[in-house]
C-alpha cells in the first residue's frame, strides 16, 4: 500500500494542526496505521497507532491528551489531530501501514510497519 501524508505546515507554539494520511490506489480503512515522527539530530520514534479491527488506539507520553488518531471512513483517511502544539513536537511526520490488512498491533513500535509515506513537515516555533 501507498501511503501520502498531508497537512503539516507551520504553526506557533500552543495552536493546531491536523495531518491526514491517505492510501494511493487502496484504503486505509482496513489496516493499522501508525504516525511516528522524526526530528533532526533524533532518531524516529512513534506518536501514535490505531488498530485494524478494533480501532484500538495508542500514544506516545509525551502526545497523550494532545493528539488524537482517528479514521476517516467517508474521506478513506487516518486524522492526526494534534493540538496545544510545542516546539519540541518539530519534526517530519510519517504515516506507516503493514503489508498485510486487518493486522491487530498494539503500543507504538515501527515494527509492524513495512509501507510509510513520504512524510510531512511540522514547525512549532515559541
Known amino acids: 500500500v501507498q501511503l501520502v501524508e498531508s497537512g503539516g505546515g507551520s504553526v506557533q507554539s500552543g495552536g493546531p494542526l491536523r495531518l491526514s494520511c491517505a492510501a494511493s490506489?487502496?484504503?486505509?480503512?482496513?489496516?493499522?496505521i501508525g504516525w511516528f515522527r522524526q526530528a533532526p539530530g533524533k532518531e524516529r520514534e512513534g506518536v501514535a497507532v490505531?488498530?485494524?479491527?478494533?480501532?484500538?488506539?495508542y500514544y506516545a507520553e509525551s502526545v497523550r491528551g494532545r493528539f488524537t488518531i482517528s479514521r476517516d471512513t467517508v474521506m478513506h483517511t487516518v486524522t492526526l489531530q494534534m493540538n496545544n502544539l510545542k516546539p519540541e513536537d518539530t519534526a517530519i511526520y510519517f504515516c506507516?501501514?503493514?503489508?498485510?490488512?486487518?493486522?491487530?498491533?498494539?503500543?507504538?513500535?515501527?515494527?509492524?510497519?513495512?509501507?510509510w509515506g513520504q512524510g510531512t513537515q511540522v514547525s512549532v516555533s515559541s
Open positions: 506507516a501501514a503493514p503489508d498485510i490488512p486487518l493486522t491487530r498491533v498494539v503500543g507504538i513500535s515501527a515494527g509492524h510497519y513495512e509501507n
Open positions: 490506489g487502496s484504503t486505509v480503512d482496513v489496516y493499522a
Open positions: 490505531i488498530s485494524a479491527g478494533d480501532d484500538n488506539t
